[in-house]
Nanobody, 120 residues
Framework: QVQLVEIGGGLVQPGGSLRLSCAAS????????MGWYRQAPGKQRELVAG???????NYADSVKGRFTISRDNDKDTVYLQMNSLKPEDTAVYYC??????????????WGQGTQVTVSS
């Protein structure tokens, strides 16, 4: 059984910063890609940032220059540093691990989500 545990959401003022982390645990052999998605009320879930093993990160246009994704393969952990936060960044942020190889096969997993609220 693979679990993704997210830490770091909360309430922050516009222009502030938050750092999210997501650690994968379980009998994991490898993870192809890890990333962050978000879903605001009444909107579809969207990709915020992703990074494949050995690849370059990719970002949604709305967060380029403000958010930075990084990955620690030794810890099966992905981070999202969010700077210059705006009210429109308010959403539930979900961690995703794709291409996770375990003894039972290869599949994708999701975290439980963490709320990020940007408001004065």
């Amino acid at each position: 059984q693979v679990q993704l545990v997210e830490i770091g959401g909360g309430l922050v003022q516009p222009g502030g910063s938050l750092r999210l982390s997501c650690a994968a645990s379980g009998s994991i052999f490898s993870i192809y890609a890890m990333g962050w998605y978000r879903q605001a009320p009444g909107k579809q879930r969207e990709l915020v940032a992703g990074i494949a093993d050995g690849g370059s990160p990719n970002y949604a246009d709305s967060v380029k220059g403000r958010f930075t994704i990084s990955r620690d393969n030794d810890k099966d952990t992905v981070y999202l540093q969010m700077n210059s936060l705006k009210p429109e960044d308010t959403a539930v942020y979900y961690c995703n691990a794709d291409g996770v190889v375990t003894t039972t096969g290869r599949r994708s997993y999701w975290g439980q989500g963490t709320q990020v609220t940007v408001s004065s």
